[in-house]
Nanobody, 121 residues
Framework: QVQLVESGGGLVQAGGSLRLSCAASGSIFSINAMGWYRQAPGKERELVAL???????NYADSVKGRFTISRDNAKTTVYLEMNSLKPEDTAVYYC???????????????WGQGTQVTVSS
């Protein structure tokens, strides 16, 4: 199996910053991409930021210029630096990892348990 452990959520005032971390472990042959999604109450889960194995990044328009996704040298831990936070960024943030467990298996999506980010106005 693949385990994702998230940390770094919390309560912050508007304009503040938070840093999320997500570490992947377990039976991993290769990682295609890791990213962060979020889900606010009453809304669908949406992509926030993504980084591929090649280092290509992709951001939701709503966070461009404020959030930065990065990873460690081992490419198994991904970070989300969130600056200039707004109340509308309030959501549960989920780490996602698209990975293969062996050379003979197709890639699957794995999810973390979610971490709450609350931005007060």
């Amino acid at each position: 199996q693949v385990q994702l452990v998230e940390s770094g959520g919390g309560l912050v005032q508007a304009g503040g910053s938070l840093r999320l971390s997500c570490a992947a472990s377990g039976s991993i042959f290769s990682i295609n991409a890791m990213g962060w999604y979020r889900q606010a109450p009453g809304k669908e889960r949406e992509l926030v930021a993504l980084i591929t194995s090649a280092g290509t990044t992709n951001y939701a328009d709503s966070v461009k210029g404020r959030f930065t996704i990065s990873r460690d040298n081992a490419k198994t831990t991904v970070y989300l630096e969130m600056n200039s936070l707004k109340p509308e960024d309030t959501a549960v943030y989920y780490c996602n990892c698209n990975a293969r467990r062996s050379a003979y298996r197709r890639a699957n999506d794995y999810w973390g348990q979610g971490t709450q980010v609350t931005v007060s106005s």
